[in-house]
T-cell receptor, first 109, second 115 residues
């Protein structure tokens, strides 16, 4: 079966750095996505990795290791507005997205 | 403003009733999707359409039907609603192809309660 695992909830302090991990087992791999979803809102696209390595975009970076079936999202200089759920998704061999349940990130002052 | 819209925003429905959730995008995206999101679960794909005139079944298609008469619209119909269809429904669209991210853009969602 196909499976995406990520922690249910994490807590971090404003101004700090947090790493959200995602492990996956899917039938085929055609890219990994991270989305942000604020409570009561729609998911919005953050990052895309298809090759191994780190992709940096401002305060957010995403890493991929295909051999390990592993990715992480790194958020630096945390702000209160970063309080949200972060969704990991893998595009499988049918080019459909398989989604993790999301990690709720709580930022404390 | 380019984007994707859904209607209604929320709805309370009696079990056994028929309901159509509407989704319209103006980004000229070929591909469109319907997901449901339930607490503690990831987004689950109900149906999708890679281009106007074609549709396909996702992970949880039972009890739902879709049509794609044109590029912009992708309605989702519940023929006879049941309480287990209580959920938040998201419509999404994307460009299609086998290269590049082709990331999905989501509508604001419809919160459906079936009693």
């Amino acid at each position: 079966g196909q499976n995406i695992d990520q922690p249910t909830e994490m807590t971090a302090t404003e101004g700090a750095i947090v790493q959200i991990n995602c492990t996956y087992q899917t039938s085929g791999f055609n890219g990994l996505f991270w989305y942000q979803q604020h409570a009561g809102e729609a998911p919005t696209f953050l990052s895309y990795n298809v090759l191994d390595g780190l992709e940096e975009k401002g305060r957010f970076s995403s890493f991929l290791s295909r051999s390990k079936g592993y990715s992480y999202l790194l958020l630096k200089e945390l702000q209160m507005k970063d309080s949200a759920s972060y969704l990991c998704a893998v595009r499988d061999s049918n080019y459909q997205l398989i989604w993790g349940a999301g990690t709720k990130l709580i930022i404390k002052p | 403003i380019a984007g994707i819209t859904q209607a209604p925003t929320s709805q309370i429905l009696a079990a056994g009733r028929r309901m159509t959730l509407r989704c319209t995008q103006d980004m000229r995206h070929n591909a469109m999707y319907w997901y449901r999101q339930d607490l503690g679960l990831g987004l689950r794909l109900i149906h999708y359409s890679n281009t106007a005139g074609t549709t396909g079944k996702g992970e949880v298609p039972d009890g739902y039907s879709v049509s794609r008469a044109n590029t912009d619209d992708f309605p989702l119909t519940l023929a006879s609603a049941v309480p287990s269809q209580t959920s938040v429904y998201f419509c999404a669209s994307s460009t299609s192809g086998t290269s590049g991210p082709n990331e999905q853009f989501f509508g604001p969602g419809t919160r459906l309660t079936v009693l």
